[in-house]
């Protein structure tokens, strides 16, 4: 290691815990309900190499660990919250300080859970059974509960959940829009049992809220009329008269649109096509409709999706602005207001992350060498060698922030993570193990080894 590399400064120990050994992916199945063990004592203890005793040849490269955290399983991405990185460890929500390593609060759930952090609070939600807890992010203490939401989606400062009465067909549902800090309900309106508030918007990356335009794009449709995308205004429930028909891939706001993709080209169409259509949310006005296209996969099959499924994105880009391909393979970014082509990249390759001022680009969509260009302009920043790790493993996980690009997946059954430095390309390490989450200049690596299931906490 190089002497610049920084110590190990503490490692956290569980005495007693049942750990899940193997290889465990931050998006896998949620863990099997069994009767939750009592929590072991927690022992902070400094250490010079908190890897010590692990199977994890080969050897590390780059910074040692600011700090390791024992796990039972790991099915979502760490977060960060202020001086606290956030580690949904199966059925417990835990805080950790960012600095030592040492627990700041531990709060339990009865059953699986899906997570995101908004502003001082955080949303958990089980989505198989209904209902929702929301917690305060200095304490963790809960600030409210809802029992029976279903399809829970947050943006920024508010919650939106369907709530039914009954069952089946004759199910009576509404859409709820409620203020994430206080639980206040702000506007109820009537829907079927398959309405829900779309959770796709260009550029938001879970586990965090999205920030919030004038409108969220609703799934909504009662027994008198059939199902539509529709504008709802986050705070008031009023309805937008943009209205677009319910057969898209996807439904979001991008800006003062409402935008409908279709990704599955039109039959006998070998290019790749996603065909868009936009509508003013407020006016109703048709705007643009056109097309733009996905990548291709090594195997020349269509990506279909814009940005690669384990990202934790759905749509790379910013406000109007989507990134896309060409129909010759080249990335681009089309402003969704005008049809026009901000920018086509000087090579082909195809967009698979990204963030407000990068664009993750890889020869193929599950493979080849990698590039980052500029969101702005589309010129190069830097290109990096083929990582030789399939993005068609189920172990693929990257992710784009202002200081960091960071990718994993397995080589030669070997799962790895690699850290470059987003403004140089540099490589900052590369660690075995699988991407558990990142930030501006921090990334959480996940590994089996002796004592069970871990993440270690790397800063640059």
Known sequence: MSPSHRPARWRITAGALSLVVGLVGCTGPRAERSERPERPSVRVEETQESLRGRATSPDPEGPLPAWSVSVRRLDQELGETGQVIVVPDERELRAVDRATGQDRWRHPFTTGYRYVIAGGSIVASDNDDGGMEVLDTATGATRWRAAQSQDVVVHEQVVYARECAGTGSSATCVIIGRDVQSGRQLWKLPADRFARVSDVTIGGRTPYAPPTGRYVTVRLGTAARSAAYTPVAPTTGRAGAGRLPN??????????LMVGTDNDPPRGDQRCTVSIATVNAATGVKGWSGVVFSGRKEDGECAKRLADDRSGLTLIGTGTR???????????LVDLRTGRTV?????TGVPIDGDDRSVLVRSNADAGGLALLDLATGAPRWTAPDPALSGASASWRSTVTEGLVAVSAAEDDRPFVLVYEARTGRQLGRYPGWLAGAGKDWVAVSHSGADGLAVDLHTF
């Open 247 to 256: 057969r898209a891939w996807y439904g979001f706001v991008a800006g003062d």
């Open 322 to 332: 989507l990134v896309a391909v060409t129909a010759d393979g080249r990335p681009q």
């Open 343 to 347: 920018w086509t990249g000087v090579a």
